[in-house]
């Protein structure tokens, strides 16, 4: 794998619209995505900065996202996670019951798919998950849709659990998300990654 995984930077704004409006077109999209294209490309530029700085390291820490880069400088795939506490407000999906993350906005672009990057991504989200200090994370969560067997696939193999939890999916409530967690590995269980 030629790719370097990293944080974004918060002048990084145009490569994280590009990549979002990568990800609005796939063929899935309507699956993995709450979000549209047709929405997504209409917002503004201060939105995209906005977004880019809050999930950069000189953000205000509750929200990161982790891109996986070409050696010539094109991202390939991307991940964000969200810090969620109990006392939060509700973005998607049941409140907060401890202190965890939130896996959402995973893509990577159909040429790097099976190239082992979206496993590098998961890995950087989940150790930045577990290296945080305040608040101490006590698990990783994610949703899936429930006909996109490919992502959840793929979510088992690096160790999550479906909790048995499930949402329905924002203007469609026939269809659902299924809750999967990673939880916190005890001390010296190792790094909690399943990969």
Request: hydrophobic residues 40%; glycine residues 8%.
């Amino acid at each position: 794998m030629d790719y370097s995984i990293r944080t974004i930077r918060a002048d990084e704004w145009e490569k994280t619209r590009e990549i979002r409006l990568a990800a609005l077109q796939d063929p899935i999209a309507h699956l993995a995505f709450l979000d549209t294209y047709e929405t997504a490309v209409e917002r503004p530029d201060a939105f995209w900065k906005e977004r880019a700085e809050g999930a950069s390291e000189t953000g205000d820490g509750k929200v990161r996202q982790f891109v996986a880069e070409a050696p010539d400088g094109s991202w390939a795939g991307t991940v964000s996670l969200l810090l969620e506490r109990p006392s939060d407000e509700v973005r998607f999906g049941e409140a907060a019951k401890t202190e965890q993350t939130h896996i959402v906005a995973v893509y990577v672009r159909p040429e790097a798919r099976g190239t082992g990057v979206v496993d590098a991504l998961f890995r950087a989200g989940v150790e930045w998950s577990w290296s945080l200090a305040e608040p101490v994370i006590e698990r990783v969560r994610l949703y899936v849709h429930e006909e996109n067997g490919r992502a959840a696939a793929f979510y088992r193999r690096f160790g999550f659990v479906a909790t048995g939890e499930r949402v329905a999916v924002p203007g469609d409530e026939t269809a659902q998300e299924l809750e999967y967690e990673m939880v916190r590995p005890s001390a010296g269980a190792g790094s909690g990654t399943g990969a």
